[in-house]
């Protein structure tokens, strides 16, 4: 069955390092690999979609790879702040766009 | 915050009552997405709709249902509520059924005692 794992633990990094959280995925070809942060008792807020033909995209402090062979992504937050403390959930996306699959997310902590 | 409304923000239900969740889209989306948010887990989808149509479902059982109306608005309805329906549940709009970049909602949460 379609799976997708990222770290169930917690990343606790030091304000100004980079964090990076990994999602790996089995039994999928998807369209589509998107990043969202999720903060307590909110809803998830987009923050990067990168295309099965793409190796990497960038925004801002944030940058995302995507490894069909793999079937991994990266993302990364550079010079990260204690205002990027949040969940970070990724999500695949089928061709139409109709099918969101999400992992279950990765925690970070960002200490100053 | 994104412009996507959900109504009641909690809610708790007896085991074997049904439930109706409602969703306002950001203003010119046409397409609403709800999910299922267990404790710990990630979002998990249910169904879509876009204008007016369900447009793919997820692994939830038929008294899992919805609608979309002509102003894109949307409700959930859950019959024969289980306590594992306990749960944050979401509702995510886009631009057009092709667009991938979906803006949530805050949630409602739903208690089934």
């Known amino acids: 069955s379609q799976k997708i794992e990222q770290n169930s633990e917690a990343l606790n990094i030091q304000e100004g390092k980079t964090a990076t959280l990994t999602c790996n995925y089995t039994n999928y070809s998807p369209a589509y690999l998107q990043w969202y942060r999720q903060d307590p008792g909110r809803g998830p807020v987009f923050l990067l979609l990168i295309r099965e033909n793409e190796k990497e995209k960038r925004k801002e402090r944030l940058k995302v790879t995507f490894d069909t062979t793999l079937k991994q992504s990266l993302f990364h937050i550079t010079a990260s702040q204690p205002a990027d403390s949040a969940t970070y959930l990724c999500a695949l996306v089928n061709t139409g766009g109709f099918k969101t699959i999400f992992g279950a997310g990765t925690r970070l902590f960002v200490k100053a | 915050e994104t412009g996507v409304t959900q109504s009641p923000t909690h809610l708790i239900k007896t085991r074997g009552q049904q439930v109706t969740l409602r969703c306002s889209s950001q203003?010119?989306?046409?397409?609403v997405s709800w999910y299922q948010q267990a404790l710990g887990q990630g979002p998990q989808f249910i169904f879509q709709?876009?204008?007016?149509?369900?447009?793919g479902r997820g692994n939830f059982p038929p008294r899992f249902s919805g609608l979309q109306f002509p102003n894109y608005s949307s409700e959930l309805n859950v019959n024969a509520l289980e306590l594992d329906d306990s749960a944050l549940y979401l509702c995510?709009?886009?631009?057009?059924?092709?667009?991938?970049?979906?803006?949530f909602g805050p949630g409602t949460r739903l208690t089934v005692t």
């Open positions: 203003s010119g989306h046409n397409t």
């Open positions: 709709y876009y204008r007016e149509e369900e447009n």
């Open positions: 995510a709009s886009s631009l057009d059924r092709g667009a991938y970049e979906q803006y």
